[in-house]
């Protein structure tokens, strides 16, 4: 109790720092005040995460009571195109679960002659990046996870490296398409990049990535590979794995899996079909995910209720929309325009120079915060450059890799390290220390953020 005590008032004590220093620096007092609400709600998921959508209610009913915001604005900041793309999504994730499409792909990737210790890694590497691309993060390592367990278990081996090879390829596999991250899509709809820009620009980033981190980890992780492939060797169990982890492919699997198929390709040439069309931007991207989850409560219609209430993530998406608008009420200050002017004032209008300062800060912050929290304060500062007339293209790349590799760097740094670690921890008691993914995470983190930087400084195609 004592312990919460401390840290409610250190979390106000902070929140007022901010608001004093707000002020010192030359913002008015709605600029001043809206800057302390937000990083009231950001430190409040940092010390209180069970009472983070608390924050985010008390915190937006104050913006509106002292008039920082009005209602008109409130729901346009709400970017309820994000929240509603991702239910969308979240409901066919649900279907493609109940299908048990994501086990089937693991038996049949894994059917693999010769599997040996550094395979496996090559194996479970890929298999998280491709994963959390096509689906998402959370979602990928939850089956990853229970796959990896499995099959550790069959070979008695510590599943904890394993699991933890897993965990940081999907975080940087999750760079790879506007699907595998919520800030993926955030950045999408507010910068104007689309689904075949993420696929020519960030795609071959996070490959290039997720092969030197699989080199990396198999380096750092010799021992327990060696084990592995001596306990492989010694049970020669390949046919028998097989048939452990096969699932036949039957009429329901087939089905939910061309739905999942067809919805990518929609939303893979969703640009091209709004410039068809004459539709506004990420018209069609909102829509396909809609209409495809409307289809499956029609085709499932006993389990609609099931997908709504238990598979989309209510509690997460009422935060980040409530998050939005905090980080609306930012720009509608006239506040991230004041920090975008003053960044370019540091940096002197060097857009190298702000293009990585904008990735290690947004790198470092996703190792501390919750990179949709992070994200989300950034995305209006770099809609403030716009007002400078400076292109931001470069920028939104560098927060994009930035919120999602500065996720390796610690256990809090993303969702799907929490998740992970608790599944590895429920099912096997298996605790992982914060400092023993701290010294691998921290060197794969550094080292992929080096790469994007050096890519994004000096390859103008990110320009």
Same mark, same amino acid.
């Given at each position: 109790m004592k312990s919460k005590t401390l840290r409610l008032i250190a979390l106000l004590a902070t929140s007022a720092s901010f608001w004093l220093f707000a002020s010192k620096v030359g913002m008015d007092q709605r600029q001043a005040l809206s800057v302390a609400i937000f990083s009231l709600s950001v430190m409040g998921t940092l010390f209180f995460w069970d009472f983070r959508l608390s924050f985010a209610f008390v915190g937006t009913a104050v913006l509106l009571i002292t008039k920082t915001i009005d209602i008109s604005h409130l729901l346009e900041f709400s970017s309820l195109e994000v929240i509603l793309f991702l239910i969308g999504m979240m409901v066919i994730m649900g279907r493609l679960k109940d299908a048990g499409v994501f086990a089937w792909i693991v038996s049949v990737i894994l059917r693999i002659p010769r599997l040996t210790g550094r395979r496996f890694v090559f194996i479970i590497a890929a298999l998280?990046? %491709? $994963?959390?691309?096509?689906?998402?993060?959370?979602?990928? %390592? %939850?089956?990853?996870?229970?796959?990896i367990l499995e099959i550790c278990d069959y070979f008695e081996v510590n599943p904890a490296p394993f699991i933890i090879i897993s965990v940081l390829s999907t975080n940087i596999g999750s760079a790879a398409t506007v699907l595998g991250n919520p800030i993926g899509i955030l950045i999408a709809s507010k910068s104007g990049?689309?689904?075949?820009?993420?696929?020519?620009?960030?795609? @071959?980033?996070?490959?290039?990535?997720?092969?030197? +981190?699989?080199?990396?980890?198999?380096?750092?992780?010799?021992? @327990?590979?060696?084990?592995?492939?001596? !306990?492989? =060797?010694?049970?020669?169990? !390949?046919?028998?794995?097989?048939?452990?982890?096969?699932? @036949?492919?039957?009429?329901?699997?087939?089905?939910?899996?061309?739905i999942f198929i067809i919805t990518l390709f929609f939303i893979s040439l969703h640009h091209r079909i709004e410039l068809l069309l004459g539709l506004d931007p990420n018209t069609v991207l909102l829509a396909v995910p809609l209409i495809?989850?409307?289809?499956?409560?029609?085709?499932?219609?006993?389990?609609?209720? =099931?997908?709504?209430?238990?598979?989309?993530?209510?509690? +997460?998406?009422?935060? $980040?929309?409530?998050?939005?608008?905090?980080?609306?009420?930012?720009?509608?200050?006239?506040?991230?325009?004041?920090?975008?002017?003053?960044?370019? !004032?540091?940096?002197?209008?060097?857009?190298?120079?702000?293009?990585?300062?904008?990735?290690?800060?947004?790198?470092?912050?996703?190792?501390?915060?919750?990179?949709?929290?992070?994200?989300?304060?950034?995305? @209006?500062?770099?809609?403030?450059?716009?007002?400078?007339?400076?292109?931001?293209?470069?920028?939104?790349?560098?927060?994009?890799?930035?919120?999602?590799?500065?996720?390796? %760097?610690?256990?809090?740094?993303?969702?799907? !390290?929490?998740?992970?670690?608790?599944?590895?921890?429920?099912?096997?008691?298996?605790?992982?220390?914060?400092?023993?993914w701290f010294r691998v995470g921290l060197g794969v983190g550094l080292i992929t953020t080096c790469i994007v930087w050096a890519i994004l400084t000096f390859i103008p195609f990110y320009k």
């Open positions: 998280s990046g %491709i $994963f959390a691309g096509a689906v998402d993060e959370v979602t990928s %390592i %939850i089956f990853m996870a229970a796959a990049l689309t689904f075949e820009d993420f696929i020519i620009k960030a795609m @071959p980033v996070s490959i290039i990535c997720l092969l030197v +981190t699989a080199s990396l980890l198999i380096f750092w992780y010799k021992k @327990p590979i060696a084990f592995l492939d001596r !306990n492989i =060797k010694e049970l020669g169990a !390949n046919d028998i794995l097989t048939k452990l982890i096969s699932v @036949p492919a039957d009429r329901r699997l087939k089905v939910s899996l061309a495809s989850s409307g289809l499956i409560m029609v085709w499932k219609r006993n389990k609609a209720r =099931k997908y709504i209430e238990r598979d989309v993530e209510w509690w +997460t998406l009422i935060f $980040f929309l409530l998050l939005f608008v905090q980080a609306g009420t930012l720009k509608y200050t006239g506040t991230t325009v004041f920090i975008a002017d003053k960044l370019v !004032n540091f940096t002197g209008e060097n857009l190298k120079v702000l293009t990585g300062v904008i990735l290690w800060v947004s790198a470092l912050g996703s190792s501390m915060f919750d990179n949709v929290v992070l994200v989300a304060a950034f995305v @209006p500062v770099l809609q403030g450059f716009r007002a400078l007339d400076i292109n931001a293209n470069s920028l939104w790349w560098a927060l994009l890799f930035g919120g999602c590799l500065g996720g390796n %760097i610690t256990l809090i740094g993303s969702t799907a !390290n929490i998740v992970a670690l608790g599944i590895l921890e429920k099912e096997r008691n298996i605790r992982v220390s914060f400092f023993s």
